[in-house]
């Protein structure tokens, strides 16, 4: 059974640090990409950082580039994200999700896999 667990969300201050956690099982973790996207309420799904574990390029999107930092221990399967200097906008809830292949797609439909989701709430 493909499962995705998500944990490590919380509340924060404007300003402070979360690290996010997707641990993979149920599939062959070295075959896939690895995306996190975001959800805050009446918005849409929005990508926010990709990892390949085939060559383990990465990527992010532009509103959060050089405040997180996308991870990966492949002897854990688990891919982590580092969230810092975190702003009330990135209040969300916060999915992993993966897809087979090296490349790092930023559409979430294209997605096969995604976990539960963990809530981050940033006070301003």
């Known amino acids: 059974e493909v499962q995705l667990v998500e944990s490590g969300g919380g509340l924060v201050q404007a300003g402070g640090s979360l690290r996010l956690s997707c641990a993979a099982s149920?599939?062959?973790?070295?075959?896939?990409?690895i995306g996190w996207f975001r959800q805050a309420p009446g918005k849409e799904r929005e990508g926010v950082s990709w990892i390949s574990s085939v060559d383990g390029s990465t990527d992010y999107a532009d509103s959060v580039k050089g405040r997180f930092t996308i991870s990966s221990d492949d002897a854990k399967n688990t891919v982590y994200l580092q969230m810092n200097s975190l702003k009330p906008e990135d209040t969300a809830v916060y999915y992993c999700?993966?897809?087979?292949?090296?490349?790092?797609?930023?559409?979430?439909?294209?997605?096969?896999?995604w976990g539960q989701g963990t809530q981050v709430t940033v006070s301003s």
């Open positions: 999700a993966a897809v087979y292949g090296s490349h790092l797609w930023r559409s979430p439909k294209i997605y096969d896999y």
């Open positions: 149920g599939f062959t973790f070295d075959d896939y990409a």
